[in-house]
C-alpha cells in the first residue's frame, strides 16, 4: 500500500518536473517558478519560502515530522531545489542559487544510503554536481564543512 503510494507520488513529481523544464525550455521562468512553488507545496507540504527561509538541518526536522516518507519527501525537495537554483542563475541572483544548491546537496546527502540501487544510480552523479557547483563557495566554513562530510 505504502509502495503504491510512493510509486504515484513520483509519477506525479516526474510530470510536475516535465511541465518545469518545459516552461524554462519555452523561456517561460516565471511560469517555471510558479511551478516549483506549487509543486513544493503539494508534495512537500512547505511552502517554497519556508524552504528558502529554512537552514538544511531545518529543512530535515520539518521533513522527518512525515516519519517514512521523510527520505522520498527530502529526494523530491532536492530535486524542486535544482530546478529553483538553475531558474535563480537565469535570474542573475547566484546568492539564492547557491542556497538552493546547498540545500538540495545536504537532502540527497543525508537520503542517498536510503535509495534503492537502481535510484543511488541516479542520484550520487546529482550529488557530485551540487558537490561540484558548491566548491567555489568551500571559503564558507558552513559549506567547507559539509563538502568535507560528503567527501568522508
Avoid at 29 to 53: F, I, Y
Wanted: proline residues 3%; contains cysteine; negative net charge.
Amino acid at each position: 500500500m505504502a509502495q503504491d503510494y510512493i510509486m504515484r507520488l513520483v509519477e506525479q513529481v516526474g510530470r510536475m518536473l516535465a511541465a518545469i523544464i518545459a516552461h524554462k525550455k519555452a523561456g517561460r521562468n516565471e511560469e517555471a517558478a510558479l511551478e516549483v512553488e506549487s509543486t513544493c507545496l503539494q508534495t512537500v507540504g512547505l511552502t517554497l519560502d519556508m524552504v528558502h527561509r529554512s537552514s538544511p538541518e531545518a529543512l530535515w526536522s520539518l521533513l522527518e515530522q512525515g516519519g517514512g516518507m521523510r527520505y522520498a519527501r527530502a529526494v523530491m525537495l532536492a530535486e524542486l531545489l535544482i530546478q529553483d537554483a538553475e531558474l535563480c542563475i537565469d535570474a542573475k541572483r547566484p546568492a539564492d542559487a547557491l542556497r538552493s544548491r546547498l540545500q538540495a546537496f545536504c537532502l540527497l546527502a543525508e537520503s542517498i544510503d536510503t535509495l534503492s540501487e537502481e535510484e543511488a544510480a541516479v542520484y550520487r552523479p546529482k550529488l557530485a554536481a551540487l558537490a561540484a557547483a558548491l566548491e567555489p563557495a568551500c571559503s564558507d566554513p558552513y559549506v567547507r564543512e559539509k563538502l568535507e562530510r560528503y567527501a568522508r
